[in-house]
Every structure is written in structure tokens, then in C-alpha cells.
């Protein structure tokens, strides 16, 4: 029996230790670039990590990921966003702009949030530096929801689920209002998902 219960003791304490996951949500899209996988979105989706399980799970990082066919290309002029509405805030928006000009001040991974912003009076818009990763074809972003306006925290809902990889301004990476939209490839959900 003093055998059974050290092992129980170390998995115990394992569990208490390492991030919780909470549902994941993801939405998919036929591969349909088949000249540049590097353009070509596979799926994207939302997903927590935090402490405890079960009904005392509590989240704390919001995660939001693209994945690509190959590895996203490493050059000015092309954009990779994550986006979804949240009602009483607006647009929340992942983006990804490697090679700018802007992406060197800024950097290259930035969260447009529609809301809680104090910098301007004439906006509540902000702009936050998630933490970001490129694995082959997978992007990842990461934030702490405590960085986060209260509208996008735990319960918040995610509406209007979009990703798309598109031409930007080369510069400063901003999205060609306007223009033709996503030039290259979307997908799209009409599915929600709630932050839990």
C-alpha cells in the first residue's frame, strides 16, 4: 500500500502544479492554396489555460491560434489575423505582420482590443502585445486575461469568429481598408465561444 501512495502523492501534486485547459474551440477550412501553404489557413480558434478543473477551473490566459498548410511567410506586405466581436467592446483582433517597419517598434504580433483603451480620448480602442509563437505552420498567440478590459474576460462571448490571411499596408502592417478583402485566403464560423 506504501507503494501505491507515493506515485499517488507525486501525480497529486503534478496536478495542482501544471496548467488546466479549458474547452478548446477551433473551425476549420479546406485546403484550398495549394500553391503557397504558407497562405493557406487550415483552421483557427480560442482556448484558456488556468488553474484547477472541473466547476473550479478559473482561466487566466487567453490563447488564440492560426494554423497554415506550411509556415506563414516572413515578409512585409502580408497579414495574418485572428478576429471576433465581443458585444460591449467590439472588435478583438490577433494579428500577425512580420517585416514592417511598424512590427520593428510595435513588433510583429499585436491584439487590436475595441475597448478599455485610455492613451486617446477619442477612442477606446487599444492596442496590447500578446505573446506570440510560430511553430511550422501554427501561430500562437497569448494573453492574460487580468490584461484584458473586463468586457473580454471570463464569460465574455466571441461572435462573428473570422480569420484571414491578407495583403497589408507594407509599412506599418494595417489592413487595406477598402481594398479587396482577404486577398488570400478565410475562414469563418457563425458559431460562438464563450471565454471559460
Not at 17 to 40: I, K, Q, R
Not at 43 to 58: E, H, L, P
Not at 114 to 123: E, H, I, K, L, M
Request: proline share 6%; glycine share 12%; with cysteine.
Amino acid at each position: 500500500m506504501r507503494r501505491l501512495l507515493a506515485p499517488v502523492a507525486v501525480l497529486s501534486a503534478l496536478a495542482l502544479v501544471a496548467p488546466s485547459h479549458a474547452g478548446s474551440f477551433t473551425y476549420e477550412d479546406p485546403a484550398d492554396m495549394p500553391l503557397n501553404g504558407g497562405l493557406d489557413i487550415r483552421s483557427a480558434g480560442y482556448s484558456t489555460t488556468g488553474k484547477g478543473s472541473g466547476r473550479a477551473y478559473v482561466p487566466a490566459t487567453l490563447v488564440a491560434t492560426m494554423s497554415l498548410t506550411a509556415a506563414p511567410l516572413d515578409q512585409a506586405g502580408i497579414g495574418y489575423e485572428v478576429a471576433a466581436v465581443v458585444d460591449g467592446c467590439g472588435d478583438v483582433i490577433f494579428s500577425y505582420t512580420p517585416g514592417t517597419v511598424g512590427s520593428s517598434v510595435l513588433g510583429e504580433a499585436l491584439l487590436f482590443v475595441g475597448c478599455g483603451g485610455t492613451a486617446d480620448p477619442t477612442s477606446d480602442a487599444q492596442l496590447l502585445t500578446p505573446k506570440f509563437a510560430v511553430e511550422g505552420g501554427k501561430l500562437t498567440w497569448s494573453i492574460g486575461l487580468k490584461a484584458l478590459p473586463k468586457e473580454v474576460r471570463a464569460g465574455a462571448v466571441l461572435t462573428e469568429l473570422l480569420s484571414r490571411v491578407d495583403v497589408v499596408e507594407p509599412a506599418f502592417g494595417t489592413r487595406l481598408v477598402g481594398a479587396a478583402p482577404a486577398v488570400f485566403d478565410t475562414a469563418a464560423t457563425d458559431k460562438t465561444w464563450k471565454i471559460s
